[in-house]
Structure formats: structure tokens, C-alpha cells
């Protein structure tokens, strides 16, 4: 019932720069939280950042570094990534937690995008 399509990933350097971005669409009424999640080979899920009305929080390997920003018009999230390490490679997924016309709560998840730091 909610598709969230995310685009932005791709191949960076060391120090170098990427911004992910996630439009949620559906008959959503408001999106209650977007996140940024990760998972490298062989590794858990790990939360990267969330944002929420009430705030934002981060993985402690990427406060400083990294930014979580939604527009909340476009039902869209950011994450603009700097100073990417080697260690940030991985698969980055989209999740949001959305309150749907009908009044369903619902969490829905991104296909997921490649990100790889590499030089």
C-alpha cells in the first residue's frame, strides 16, 4: 500500500560525497518517521538515522558526518553522506512509518541502494 523508491547510491571515493534520497508514495495521510538503515555482508540491520516531529538520532559512527532532512510536502527523506569511509559500504534502506488515509498505521521498507567507498 506505500512504495518507497530511493535513488542516490552508487560508487564514492574515501572523503568523497553521496546523497540518498527516498519519495514515499500511497494514500498517505502523514508520515509519522523516516529512518536510514544499513546492512553490510555478513552483518546485521543497523539504524544509520531517523528523523521524526520530535527530532533526530544517528548511528554513533556517523554523527558528524552524516545528515537525515524531509521534505514533508514531497513525502521524501534525505541523507546526505559525507566524508564516507570504506566502512559506510553497504546496502542503505528507506523506512518510513506512515498513517494512511484510512487511518492504518503501516511501516514499509525501500528496495535498498548499493553504496560502496572505495578507491
Known amino acids: 500500500q506505500v512504495q518507497l523508491v530511493e535513488s542516490g547510491g552508487g560508487l564514492v571515493q574515501p572523503g568523497g560525497s553521496l546523497r540518498l534520497s527516498c519519495a514515499a508514495s500511497?494514500?498517505?495521510?502523514?508520515?509519522?518517521?523516516m529512518g536510514w538503515y544499513r546492512q553490510a555482508p555478513g552483518k546485521e540491520r543497523e539504524l544509520v538515522a531517523r528523523?521524526?516531529?520530535?527530532?533526530?538520532n544517528y548511528a554513533n559512527s556517523v554523527k558528524g558526518r552524516f545528515t537525515i532532512s524531509r521534505d514533508n510536502a514531497k513525502n521524501t527523506a534525505y541523507l546526505q553522506m559525507n566524508s564516507l569511509k570504506p566502512e559506510d559500504t553497504a546496502v542503505y534502506y528507506c523506512?518510513?512509518?506512515?498513517?494512511?488515509?484510512?487511518?492504518?498505521?503501516?511501516?514499509?521498507w525501500g528496495q535498498g541502494t548499493r553504496v560502496t567507498v572505495s578507491s
Open positions: 528523523i521524526t516531529s520530535g527530532g533526530t
Open positions: 523506512n518510513a512509518a506512515v498513517v494512511m488515509v484510512s487511518g492504518t498505521y503501516l511501516e514499509a
Open positions: 500511497g494514500s498517505i495521510f502523514t508520515i509519522r518517521a
